[in-house]
């Protein structure tokens, strides 16, 4: 499996990308060239240059340093939002599609609603009650995106609730739940995990979408979004503080959206001949 | 075709309970009474003035009866007033933002459809030529790129270096003074980095999708006869594949619809356009709660009207669904 | 049985000596696939006169429905291509025409239905419509005229109310009442060779009996020539006065049905003739041929039939046989056969 996504050259560079990022999140304390705190006087808004390699932001902190710090956040965003997400969607699937009648449809009725409201409205919603901090953020993240999960693994239960070795497993007194968990959930684990992968993507484009707004990560803890805030009240003044924390965005969102996508060719049989 | 959409409006009536039940939650789960954010503006408000708030907001009552008289009040349109120093109704502060998020949402749809149907027929009929492969990279770019980032840039570039083209507001300042054809030129310049930045992350998503819906109509049975009979490529393309392939377009647009709007709170906020985005996105900064359970509302009854104006023109393109 | 042969006599004298309307010669087509380059046809050989019904047969993959869509050119390029060969209808060939040409050859000379009648037919469009666009196209009617004709085939092919069902949209149809359509839709241009890729095989056993039924008459009324493409031999045996035997893309055995299918030459044919359960004979044991189809882009040097062949000898490891005549206008790709017959005659 592991070839058959490496021979695929976008998933594979996809995949280059994510391990770089887990590199560079792990490795930000000893990577970064300065303290991302730490003022430099001299050097306020200052460009890219030797000594500062991407630029000052208007506090003198440097801005590479920030950024390594920034793709911290963005990760553990991305993972703990779907991870968060995951485990709600795969839970009430589960149940729905175990269930069935009542117990599903006022799930499905209830994950009908939650796909109604503007996902964006109900996370700003959310956060004007609570203060905006990065755990808050991967709460509702998470919270507000679990619906695409919850169908996938309620379908994959369904089939096999409706199969007939199910029957004939309770028919010889096995327990049915046992034969779910042992079977619809690992089938449903694929699809799960490309969703997860494609999610994290997103929530790292809300998260920063939301500490552009001031609403996120709050600083001084450095985000890449609200780098980029400075970045508007700078604009034409210190273009690297717009350009940089966006690119590095966009090569992340990316990479997930590659990898991900390249795990649905392979682990999707139906998809790969296409 | 009349029963099928009765059915749907049926299905409409518990969404919008839903809708009002959790938006209720959400409002109830905030740390604190409305009247104490009330109060707490004004401190020299007395017992009594909060307690007869209270009992007016009906807190003094279990939350299922709460929630009773709050729905009775939304179903008469009174969504509450404003925490804001104006003290207006929220509806009246959401009917003067909504028609300007509306109409941007419109112009966004109507360009991301226009570009993408004919980017998503080209490449599809096309598949591997250079123009599906650029298609697939812009695709591929264009959802990986945060709109506000690109919106900055765009300032940067058509505003700030260039100078171009406006980059906040609706109208320019002198406005008034201009000829009736230098104000329509105004209002079009200042929609066009709004709208078309907007429409980015759609049209790369529909492009995607209207392409491998073409994809998939053009791999039927149905073309293999059409070809059969000697009909050339393009009423192939146009006439046969066409109206099939734009059938799960239909739905994805439907689906899309509350992205769109949500959207619109970064578009609006950055090119500050007083819509309703940007008055959700104020009213989250000031804690004006009953503005934002308002637009939140407001958001998701738009969204299941987006999904029955898809469903309409799904019954429109499918004669499988009219004579039912 | 009697019908058959009745049949039969009367094609031997125009399957052999009539004017041929199709020739194929060579013809090779291939594909791209994940596994590398697969010829799903790789030399074909064979003819279709005036008038005549050819019956070819095979197991599915034998690239049957390739060199089917191969004839019409609308295997689909990229990924499928025809690499060699000529189709030469009424002495043109096909495959040198520019590509508007073609479009003027499909539908008004080769018409073609397909196997699944519930997916050939446009769901968006009406069944008029679909049928009167053909028309329009090849015999330059106008729109009233043409619905007029749409109209008038589905009557032909004794569909009720034809002028209400025009109006209709196919899924208001079952599924041999769509292939009724498919084969007006295919008539509405009197063409003069009709292609039917397995056109009963996704239907009711009672209808595949009537939809053969009326392809037939309606051949014999219209003077067409009928390639019908199917596994059913019963269906060969009753409709067709020479069958093409198909395997791993080429044609290995070819001849008058009776013959054939009195005296198979091919260890294949024989196989495949043996394999057809009859009345009468429930007590013996179904015969089938031992192993699998080979994959097309690992067949076994030689004769691509020897790993399966009861008969074959150590030459077949080597020599990869050509179809040799063996007169009454028999021809069969098989050295041990050929061998045989060269001993008799």
Same mark, same amino acid.
């Given at each position: ?274 | ?50 307690? =007869? %708030? ?107 270096? %260039? ?7 609706? =109208? ?42 073409? %994809? ?88 299941? %009207? ?19 | ?19 041929? @309307? @199709? ?20 030399? #074909? ?11 070819? #047969? ?35 060939? @096909? ?126 009324? @219209? ?123």
């Amino acid at each position: 499996m592991l070839r058959r996504l490496l021979r695929n050259p976008l998933a594979a560079a996809g995949g280059l990308i994510v391990l770089a990022l887990f590199a560079a999140a792990a490795g930000a304390p000893w990577l970064a060239p300065y303290d991302p705190s730490d003022f430099d006087a001299a050097y306020v808004l200052d460009g890219p240059s030797v000594r500062h390699l991407l630029g000052t932001d208007g506090l003198g902190r440097d801005v590479l340093s920030r950024m390594l710090f920034g793709a911290r956040v963005s990760l553990m965003v991305g993972f703990v939002s779907v991870g968060i997400a995951s485990l709600v969607g795969v839970t009430l699937g589960a149940v729905a599609g175990y269930f069935r009648g009542v117990v599903d449809t006022v799930l499905m009725r209830f994950v009908d609603v939650m796909l109604t409201f503007p996902t964006f409205f109900l996370i700003l919603a959310v956060i004007a009650y609570l203060d905006a901090s990065i755990w808050n953020i991967m709460l509702v993240i998470g919270l507000t995106s679990w619906m695409g999960v919850c169908r996938l693994v309620r379908a994959e239960v369904l089939s096999l609730r409706e199969r007939d070795f199910l029957v004939a497993a309770e028919a010889l007194g096995m327990k049915p739940s046992r034969v779910i968990l042992r079977h619809a959930l690992p089938n449903a684990m694929a699809p799960v995990f490309v969703a997860g992968i494609l999610g994290v993507a997103g929530a790292i484009l809300v998260e920063s979408a939301l500490s552009f707004l001031g609403i996120g990560v709050q600083p001084p803890q450095p985000s890449w979004g609200n780098i980029l805030t400075e970045g508007k009240s700078t604009l034409g003044v210190a273009w690297w503080l717009s350009v940089c924390p966006g690119l590095a965005i966009l090569i992340t969102v990316l990479g997930y959206n590659l990898l991900g996508e390249g795990l649905r060719d392979v682990l999707d049989p139906r998809l790969r001949a296409r | 075709m009349l029963s099928y959409l009765a059915k749907r409006l049926a299905g409409f009536v518990p969404l919008l309970l839903g809708i009002s039940f959790v938006s209720f939650l959400v409002m109830a789960m905030a740390p604190g009474t409305p009247v104490d954010l009330m109060t707490d503006l004004n401190p020299k408000a007395s017992p009594e003035a909060r307690e =007869r %708030l209270e009992k007016f907001y009906g807190l003094d009552q279990p939350l299922y009866v709460q929630y009773g008289l709050w729905l009775g009040r939304i179903v008469q349109g009174d969504l509450g007033t404003s925490f804001s120093r104006d003290r207006r109704p929220v509806l009246d502060k959401i009917a003067e933002a909504l028609p300007i998020t509306l109409f941007l949402n419109v112009l966004d749809l109507a360009l991301i459809l226009g570009l993408a149907i004919p980017i998503g027929i080209y490449s599809a009929a096309r598949q591997y030529s250079l123009v599906d492969r650029a298609t697939t990279v812009f695709v591929f770019i264009g959802f990986a790129m945060p709109s506000f980032w690109v919106a900055l840039l765009a300032m940067m570039l058509f505003g700030e270096q %260039l100078g171009w083209l406006p980059i906040s507001g609706l =109208r320019s300042l002198d406005y008034d003074s201009m000829s009736a054809l230098g104000q329509i030129g105004d209002r079009v310049r200042h929609l066009i980095l709004p709208v078309g930045i907007a429409a980015l992350t759609g049209l790369a998503g529909l492009s995607r999708y209207m392409r491998s819906s073409m %994809l998939e109509v053009l791999r039927q049975d149905y073309i293999q006869t059409a070809r059969a009979k000697g009909l050339s490529e393009t009423v192939v393309v146009y006439r046969h594949a066409l109206r099939n392939a734009l059938l799960p377009v239909v739905t994805i647009l439907g689906l899309s619809i509350p992205g769109l709007i949500g959207g619109s709170v970064i578009a609006e906020t950055i090119f500050a356009i007083p819509g309703m985005g940007r008055l959700f996105y104020t009213s989250v900064l000031m804690r004006d709660y009953p503005v934002v359970m308002g637009i939140t509302l407001i958001g998701a009854v738009l969204t299941l %009207l987006g999904n029955l104006l898809a469903d309409l023109m799904y019954v429109a393109v499918d004669p499988r669904l009219r004579k039912r | 049985m009697s019908k058959v042969s009745t049949v039969s006599d009367v094609s031997d004298v125009r399957g052999t000596n009539g004017k041929r @309307l @199709l020739d194929v010669r060579g013809l090779a087509t291939a594909f791209d696939t994940s596994e590398g380059i697969v010829r799903a046809v790789d030399g #074909v050989d064979f003819h279709v006169g005036e008038g005549e019904t050819v019956a070819l #047969v095979g197991e599915s993959g034998c690239g049957k429905s390739v060199t089917a869509l191969s004839i019409l050119r609308l295997v689909q390029a990229p990924a499928g291509r025809i690499v060699a060969g000529r189709i030469e209808l009424a002495g043109v060939n @096909l495959l040198e025409l520019p590509e508007a040409e073609m479009r003027k050859v499909r539908g008004a000379k080769i018409a073609m239905i397909f196997q699944e009648p519930m997916t050939s037919l446009n769901p968006v469009l009406t069944v008029g419509y679909q049928i009167a666009e053909a028309v329009r196209l090849h015999r330059g009617l106008s729109k009233r005229e043409a619905w007029k004709e749409a109209v008038r085939v589905l009557d032909l092919v004794e569909i009720p109310d034809a002028a209400e069902r025009a109006a209709g949209y196919p899924h208001q149809l079952s599924g041999g009442m769509r292939q009724r359509v498919m084969i007006a839709m295919a008539l509405s241009c009197d063409p003069r060779l009709l292609i039917a890729d397995e056109p009963t095989t996704a239907l009711d056993v009672t209808i595949q009996a009537q939809i053969l039924e009326l392809l037939d008459s309606l051949r014999a009324r @219209l003077g067409m020539a009928l390639l019908l493409i199917t596994h059913d031999l019963g269906v060969v045996a009753e409709r067709a006065e020479r069958v093409l035997v198909m395997y791993a893309g080429r044609v290995i055995e070819e001849g008058p049905v009776d013959r054939v299918f009195a005296e198979p030459h091919h260890p294949y044919t024989r196989g495949l003739l043996r394999s057809v359960p009859r009345l009468g004979r429930e007590r013996a044991p179904l015969a089938t041929i031992p192993g699998v189809v080979p994959k097309l882009n690992a067949l076994p040097a030689g004769c691509r039939f020897r790993d399966r062949c009861d008969a074959a000898v150590a030459e077949c490891a080597s020599v990869d046989p050509a179809l040799e005549p063996l007169g009454e206008g028999r021809r069969v790709a098989c050295i041990v056969a050929t061998r045989r017959g060269g001993l008799e005659s």
